[in-house]
């Protein structure tokens, strides 16, 4: 059954902001499974519940309605703590983001030895990682610089370096190729699927970007909350 | 790696140019404490320099120093007399202002009976005092070289010795002189005012012979406590011990000081503290999206606790370290004595520590209500 191997269960489910009148549906009634190895994109105008959906993955936005299966653990089933939630993040979850969000004051090795260092690992073990993921990424020439001095593409090579150094095998992106050129952009969603495929991750990929729609395994259509029809 | 650290070298300036700031201001604290025991020290110092047990004085006072005390020349024979003494001795005190090589000085003049209790501590040069007149003994801050003559009054005084850090509550350094030649030079400097008022009391005090107190000292088996309150039977005497005397003048001399440096030290605390909160918030506002992130990739609360708290305790104790370190260095050209307590200073690090807590409380609820998923918008 494929539900089976699902990184990422959902089934119904909603999110609202506010109440009464001034009450939004930024999410309703909404299913997805995400698989080990599978890069999933997620479309839609702006406004259609994207990002609400993907912070609902990402256990950063506590659903209204519904139920989540993250790597067969049900989350928001009243036992979660906050305090878990970031465990369970730290532990599970990788967050790339369009801006890339590095800490400005750690250069980029130390950008992704966090993650280790947060896990548990001693200082030079967590060095040795973030060093081998910076090699794979091909970025090993830039490990002492600051996040100021690194380009775009760059950043966001370290930004997604520091996605993988959890180990973590569920990689979620909010539009991380909207900055970049599309020569760059090719790059980031190429890496995103070595890392889908390597490290059996499920992805899910938010984005306008059609220069990078023919790499995605499934699209998934979104409008004011819910699953397209017409798409 | 240390996430606090590196912040501030992303920040050095600023957080450099606030460490400044407080060590000025805890500098100038340090300044007024260090200030406020000198007085202590200067207060009690003379005081405890005269090492009696029990201070007799006039019946209803509490003097010399906290209030004026005068009685008749002859009260140390008849306090002698009693049992349980081991000596006691006749003081006067009287402040005087000479002119020396020029310019005018204040000074501390005590008289005493050489060989009695009430002379000065041990010198720190020349000799005691070996004539029954015309020889002084002075506080080296009053500027005198051994040797040196010295007129005050009607006559001239050899300084035969040197003792430190004898001076008056007010600061005014002491000369001692034998009992006869301060009750000479008393009568002599008065002003005329006080001295007609002196003569219409003649009939009560009849001569010159008048002095301020007796100190005591008492056999080892006798309680300063049970002496005072004998003494207390004579109506026209009043007693303290040595204690007492310290607490009166603790109480009377001291006491404003206190409140004054009490007052503007807690304020420049107040100040410190309020400084060091609102760069720290101002800092923490700096980092919201760095610490959106780190709440996003999973780090506990703790670990944005710390950051924020190592940088305020940090600006803390490195404004500490430079204020004590920029007083040292200008002590010299403070014009009081400054006296330095390690109690003191382990107490005002243990305060800015809380100050520099408090300060971050703001900062750090800030902090904590920062939303992980702030780090998602643009
Ligand atoms: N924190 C929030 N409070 C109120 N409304 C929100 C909040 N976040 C999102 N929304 C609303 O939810 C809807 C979906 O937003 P979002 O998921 O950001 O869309 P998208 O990412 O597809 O542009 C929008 O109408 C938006 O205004
Ligand atoms: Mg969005």
């Given at each position: 059954m494929q539900t089976q191997d699902a990184l990422v269960e959902i089934r119904g489910l909603g999110k609202h902001f506010g109440e009464g009148s001034t009450r939004v549906n930024a999410l309703a009634d909404f299913d997805l499974d995400v698989h080990a190895g599978e890069v999933v994109g997620l479309l839609g105008p702006s406004g259609s519940g994207k990002s609400t959906l993907l912070n609902l993955v990402g256990c950063i936005l506590e659903p209204t309605a519904g139920v989540m299966r993250l790597d067969g653990q049900d989350i928001w089933n009243g036992e979660w703590k906050r305090k878990d939630l970031r465990r369970l993040r730290l532990e599970k979850i990788g967050f790339i983001f369009q801006s890339h969000n590095l800490l400005p004051f750690l250069n980029a090795w130390e950008n992704i030895a966090i993650v280790r260092t947060l896990l548990g690992d001693p200082p030079a073990a967590a060095q040795r990682r973030a060093h081998e993921l910076l090699d794979y990424l091909k970025m090993a020439h830039r490990r002492d610089a600051m996040p100021a001095q690194l380009s775009g593409g760059e950043a966001q090579r370290v930004a997604i370096a520091r996605a993988l150094a959890n180990d973590s095998r569920i990689i979620l992106a909010d539009e991380p190729t909207a900055a970049l050129d599309s020569e760059r952009a090719l790059a980031v969603i190429e890496l995103l699927r070595t890392a889908a495929l390597e490290r059996q991750a499920a992805v899910l990929v938010v984005t306008h970007d059609d220069k990078i729609f023919d790499r995605l395994d499934k699209k998934v259509h979104l409008r004011d909350g819910r699953l397209d029809p017409n798409a | 790696m240390n996430l606090s650290l590196r912040d501030v070298y992303q920040n050095l300036g600023k957080f450099l140019l606030t460490c400044v700031g407080v060590s000025l201001l805890l500098g100038v604290v340090m300044g007024m404490i260090a200030i406020y025991r000198g007085l202590v020290d200067e207060a009690l110092g003379l005081a405890?320099?005269?090492?009696?047990?029990?201070?007799?004085?006039?019946?209803?006072?509490?003097?010399?120093?906290?209030?004026?005390?005068?009685?008749?020349?002859?009260?140390?024979?008849?306090?002698?007399?009693?049992?349980?003494?081991?000596?006691?001795?006749?003081?006067?005190?009287?402040?005087?202002?000479?002119?020396?090589?020029?310019?005018?000085?204040?000074?501390?003049?005590?008289?005493w009976e050489p060989g009695r209790p009430g002379g000065p501590p041990t010198l720190s040069e020349g000799r005691p005092i070996t004539r029954s007149h015309y020889e002084a003994i002075a506080d080296r801050r009053a500027g005198f070289a051994i040797g040196e003559q010295v007129i005050m009054g009607r006559n001239t005084f050899a300084i035969v010795g040197l003792v430190e850090n004898l001076v008056a509550s007010g600061g005014d350094p002491v000369i001692f002189t034998t009992l006869r030649d301060a009750q000479r030079l008393q009568f002599e400097l008065e002003p005329s005012a006080a001295r007609r008022e002196q003569a219409r009391n003649a009939a009560a005090a009849q001569n010159t012979d008048s002095i301020n107190a007796v100190l005591v000292r008492l056999k080892s088996n006798m309680s300063p406590q049970v002496f005072a309150q004998d003494v207390q039977r004579w109506k026209r005497l009043s007693a303290m011990s040595q204690t007492q005397q310290e607490d009166v003048l603790a109480t009377s001399v001291i006491e404003r000081a206190r409140k004054q440096i009490g007052l503007f030290t807690s304020i420049l605390l107040i100040v410190s503290m309020v400084i060091i909160g609102l760069i720290i918030y101002t800092m923490t506002i700096d980092k919201k999206r760095p610490i959106a992130t780190l709440k996003l990739i999973g780090a506990p609360d703790s670990v944005i606790v710390k950051l924020i708290l190592q940088q305020a305790l940090a600006m803390g104790m490195i404004g500490f370290i430079t204020g004590a370190i920029l007083l040292r260095l200008g002590q010299d050209y403070f014009p009081r004595r400054l006296v330095f307590e390690t109690s003191d200073a382990v107490a005002l690090f243990g305060i800015v520590i809380v100050i520099c807590l408090a300060g971050s409380v703001i900062g750090v609820r800030a902090a904590l209500k920062i939303d992980p998923a702030s780090a998602l918008s643009n």
């Open positions: - | 405890r320099a005269m090492k009696a047990d029990v201070w007799v004085v006039e019946g209803g006072t509490r003097g010399p120093f906290a209030e004026a005390s005068r009685m008749p020349g002859d009260t140390r024979e008849g306090i002698s007399s009693l049992w349980g003494v081991e000596s006691a001795g006749s003081v006067l005190f009287q402040n005087i202002e000479i002119a020396h090589r020029g310019t005018t000085r204040r000074l501390m003049l005590i008289g």
